[in-house]
């Protein structure tokens, strides 16, 4: 019942800058937590930044002090910044969102994805 869709990948260099957005439309009062994933070739679907609908945040110890998620409550999207980017961050970016709390939480729902291509 809820439907999320990624905007904002793209190819960059080194040192770059992408700016993801997922916009979530349906049954979004019952989303708890929005979360970014990402899965690289040869690699498990990794969770790199979460955050709840009272703006509570958690990253993965890759991308912090780089990364920063937030929500845009007029527009119903939850925005992923993607500074200082590297060649390892290549992958195809997912969100995701259900019910629960930053560390315990189901993935009720998945976006289509959209890939991101950094280059050396």
């Known amino acids: 019942q809820v439907q999320l869709v990624e905007s904002g990948g793209g190819s960059v260099e080194t040192g770059g800058s992408l700016r993801l957005s997922c916009a979530a439309s349906?049954?979004?009062?019952?989303?708890?937590?929005l979360g970014w994933y990402r899965q690289s070739l040869g690699k498990k679907r990794e969770l790199v930044a979460a955050?709840?609908?009272?703006?509570?945040?958690n990253y993965a110890d890759s991308v912090k002090g780089r990364w920063t998620i937030s929500r845009d409550y007029a527009k119903s999207t939850v925005d992923l910044q993607m500074n200082s980017l590297k060649p390892d961050d290549t992958a195809v970016y997912y969100c995701?969102?259900?019910?629960?709390?930053?560390?315990?939480?189901?993935?009720?729902?998945w976006g289509q994805g959209t890939q991101v291509t950094v280059s050396s």
């Open positions: 995701s969102c259900g019910r629960g709390d930053l560390g315990a939480w189901r993935n009720d729902y």
């Open positions: 955050i709840t609908r009272d703006g509570r945040t």
């Open positions: 349906g049954s979004i009062f019952s989303i708890s937590v």
